[in-house]
């Protein structure tokens, strides 16, 4: 005669399973995305850090200022920590940091592009 203190049925029974592998995948997928999201900040920051480069090369060909004209190009959240150099020639170089999830926060790492534009091209 057995002796049981679980009836059969509760032993083999999986009513909670899913809800506890919901909990333990959540901060993986959550992980994911941040990781996902970060890098489209990046590639965001550096698509914009060519555009600017191509405006101050096009403002340093005509004789205007290149940093001012960098900064037009970039959105407010990117200006600060932007480094514009000018080097022999037209060659105009930008610097900008990439943003930590938002706009708000700064990683220490940084995307640069160069433009060069002769003038009257």
């Known amino acids: 005669m057995r002796n049981n203190a679980y009836p059969r049925n509760a032993l083999h029974s999986s009513a909670g399973q899913a809800s506890v592998e919901l909990v333990a995948v959540v901060p993986f997928v959550l992980l994911v995305g941040l990781v996902l999201w ?22 340093e060909a005509v004789g205007d200022d290149g940093e001012r004209a960098a900064r037009s190009a970039l959105p407010h959240g990117l200006e600060r920590g932007l480094r514009v150099e000018t080097g022999d020639g037209r060659e105009v170089e930008v610097r900008v940091r990439i943003p930590l999830l938002t706009h708000r926060w700064r990683t220490p790492m940084s ?11």
Do not use: K
Not at 46 to 54: D, F
Not at 111 to 121: K, M, N
């Open 38 to 59: 970060q890098l489209a900040l990046a590639g965001h920051a550096a698509w914009l850090c060519a555009n600017a480069a191509r405006v101050a090369a096009r403002a």
């Open 111 to 121: 995307v640069s592009a160069s433009a060069h534009l002769e003038p009257g091209a």
